[in-house]
């Protein structure tokens, strides 16, 4: 069974600094993807970034983006220049690849990040 | 836009009831999920719908049942409401296909039982 682990329940951050979430996983699985998910208070949980196991270049939207480490199982997030608008939950989460078929998502436990003016 | 919508932001029930929530998505998806968020738990997969009248167990099933009569909705059933069912609940739904699968998110239910 895959598992996802997040260690670090909660972080802060100064404003307009960088900072990095840490996300581990295990699986015995080739091919899969990556998720960071974002839910901010009271708000709906977006997509920040995902990663597909099988690239090899580390994945980026704008201000955010991962160092994936496939052989370490490790999936971590950047975020640069953070906002106050970065205060949210964020989930890195797993999915197996089916190719074509459903795909459930493994969630890890959250880490709550809050941006300090 | 991806919409997904979710019957009531807030519902207190009492133990004993039969509770019903229930999501909706407008954007054709083949799979719809129920998920439950606890603190310091994350979110866990309660059961998956890939088709309309299909359904599938998740992680934690027990004292839950669903519904997917229609390709947009799918129900979300707790027989008999105790209190360790009080939690959020959210929906999501996805395509079927290559790719990633992105997963797109309802608001979410907070439900207490007293």
């Known amino acids: 069974a895959q598992t996802v682990t997040q260690s670090q329940p909660e972080m802060s951050v100064q404003e307009a600094e960088t900072v990095t979430l840490s996300c581990t996983y295990d699986?015995?699985?080739?091919?899969?993807?990556l998720f960071w998910y974002k839910q901010p208070p009271s708000r709906q949980m977006i997509l920040v970034i995902r990663?597909?196991?099988?690239?090899?270049q580390n994945a980026t939207e704008n201000r955010f983006s991962v160092n994936f480490q496939k052989a370490a199982k490790s999936f971590s997030l950047k975020i640069s220049d953070s906002q106050l608008g970065d205060t949210a939950m964020y989930f890195c989460?797993?999915?197996?690849?089916?190719?074509?078929?459903?795909?459930?998502?493994?969630f890890g436990k959250g880490t709550k990040l809050s941006v300090k003016p | 836009d991806v919409k997904v919508t979710q019957s009531s932001r807030y519902l207190v029930k009492r133990t004993g009831e039969k509770v019903f929530l229930e999501c909706v998505q407008d954007?054709?998806?083949?799979?719809m999920f129920w998920y439950r968020q606890d603190p310091g738990l994350g979110l866990r997969l309660i059961y998956f719908?890939?088709?309309?009248?299909?359904?599938e167990k998740g992680d934690i099933p027990e004292g839950y049942s669903v519904s997917r009569e229609k390709k947009e909705r799918f129900s979300l059933i707790l027989e008999s409401a105790s209190t360790n069912q009080t939690s959020m609940y959210l929906c999501?739904?996805?395509?079927?296909?290559?790719?990633?699968?992105?997963?797109?998110f309802g608001p979410g239910t907070r439900l207490t039982v007293l």
């Open positions: 999501a739904s996805s395509l079927v296909g290559l790719g990633s699968n992105e997963q797109f």
């Open positions: 699986t015995s699985e080739n091919n899969y993807y």
């Open positions: 990663q597909e196991a099988y690239k090899q």
């Open positions: 989460a797993f999915m197996k690849h089916y190719g074509g078929s459903q795909g459930n998502l493994i």
């Open positions: 954007m054709d998806h083949e799979n």
């Open positions: 719908s890939y088709d309309v009248k299909m359904k």
